[in-house]
Nanobody, 124 residues
Framework: QVQLVESGGGLVQAGGSLRLSCTAS????????MGWFRQTLGNNREFVAG????????SYADSVKGRFTISRDNAKNTVYLQMNNLKTEDTAVYYC?????????????????WGQGTQVTVSS
């Protein structure tokens, strides 16, 4: 089992940037495909970005393509989500997740471990 802790959330104006980090403990991230999801009040959790175990493959939701970048540093057991040109509709709680398959995962059913989430608020 791996424990995940997100950080880097906060309040930012529209057009600004934030970088989220997800640090793992218990097992190294190199064992896992990693992903970022987000959720707003009253809505289902939605996929944002995913990265394969090796880091060679990534996938993004259409709503964030060209603005968000997922990356990983397995030596630091950390996965990042660089978010640029943020929009008010990006406001949500962002969750990091780990899945025990080597390829990119894009649905929450593939992930077995989740962090507690970090709030991102984008103001107009």
């Amino acid at each position: 089992q791996v424990q995940l802790v997100e950080s880097g959330g906060g309040l930012v104006q529209a057009g600004g940037s934030l970088r989220l980090s997800c640090t793992a403990s218990g097992r190294t991230t190199s064992w896992y495909s990693m992903g970022w999801f987000r959720q707003t009040l009253g809505n289902n959790r939605e996929f944002v970005a995913g990265i394969s175990r090796s880091g060679d493959s990534t996938s993004y939701a259409d709503s964030v393509k060209g603005r968000f970048t997922i990356s990983r540093d397995n030596a630091k057991n950390t996965v990042y989500l660089q978010m640029n040109n943020l929009k008010t509709e990006d406001t949500a709680v962002y969750y990091c997740a780990a899945g025990q398959l080597p390829w990119v995962l894009t649905t929450d059913a593939g992930f077995g471990s989740w962090g507690q989430g970090t709030q991102v608020t984008v103001s107009s």
